[in-house]
T-cell receptor, first 116, second 111 residues
Framework: ETGVTQTPRHLVMGMTNKKSLKCEQHLGHNAMYWYKQSAKKPLELMFVYNFKEQTENNSVPSRFSPECPNSSHLFLHLHTLQPEDSALYLCASSQDRGWQGYHEQYFGPGTRLTVT | GQQLNQSPQSMFIQEGEDVSMNCTSS?????WLWYKQDPGEGPVLLIA?????ELTSNGRLTAQFGITRKDSFLNISASIPSDVGIYFCAGQPEYGNKLVFGAGTILRVKS
């Protein structure tokens, strides 16, 4: 138990569906992240939120839409996805230390997404 | 640039053996982190390193922050079957505040 929870753990969706992934952190952190993990590739950073403000969008297609209503919750809204978007989507949180950077990130268990 | 080269890509070792893996870069890093990921789960932080030359242990795991600040090593002593998984290094570059991840080392243990 890392203090970061994600739901659902598994999701199968068609290309025309709309779904959302949810992440919640119980660590009192002020930064949250979405990563995509595909087989045999390094983790790909998608979005970063710091104090609820989006500070990073790593050239992610608009069919992925993040939302951060407060510093404990993070959503990833999905619509009209492609089969190549099938992957493990990981949420993480950390404490932003300003110029010293984000330091340790703590990950949730991930959502295994399959797009059919 | 800020890429991390993690090696080996995979290891298949006998239970009880020691394991060593490393991450290298051509850039300087301020922080090194080592994670382990079990199948179907997210990465779990094992060890965090903040100073060049720092050597830190967590049970049978020992990691070092290279003195050049361009590399880090993780050693596992007396491996056991539950050590199987994927081990990732991650680093915070000297310039920039995003973590950069290695591609992972897959560890398999024969009992």
């Amino acid at each position: 138990e890392t203090g970061v929870t994600q739901t659902p753990r598994h999701l199968v969706m068609g290309m025309t569906n709309k779904k959302s992934l949810k992440c919640e952190q119980h660590l009192g952190h002020n930064a949250m992240y979405w990563y995509k993990q595909s087989a045999k590739k390094p983790l790909e950073l998608m979005f970063v939120y710091n104090f609820k403000e989006q500070t990073e969008n790593n050239s992610v297609p608009s069919r992925f839409s993040p939302e951060c209503p407060n510093s404990s919750h993070l959503f990833l809204h999905l619509h009209t996805l492609q089969p190549e978007d099938s992957a493990l989507y990981l949420c993480a949180s950390s404490q932003d230390r300003g110029w010293q950077g984000y330091h340790e990130q703590y990950f949730g268990p991930g959502t295994r997404l399959t797009v059919t | 640039g800020q890429q991390l080269n993690q090696s080996p890509q995979s290891m298949f070792i006998q239970e009880g053996e020691d394991v060593s893996m490393n991450c290298t870069s051509s850039s300087i890093f301020n922080t090194w982190l080592w994670y382990k990921q079990d199948p179907g789960e997210g990465p779990v932080l094992l060890i965090a390193l903040y100073k060049a030359g720092e050597l830190t242990s967590n049970g049978r795991l020992t990691a070092q922050f290279g003195i050049t600040r361009k590399d880090s090593f993780l050693n596992i002593s007396a491996s056991i079957p539950s050590d199987v998984g994927i081990y990732f290094c991650a680093g915070q570059p000297e310039y920039g505040n995003k973590l950069v991840f290695g591609a992972g080392t897959i560890l398999r243990v024969k009992s």
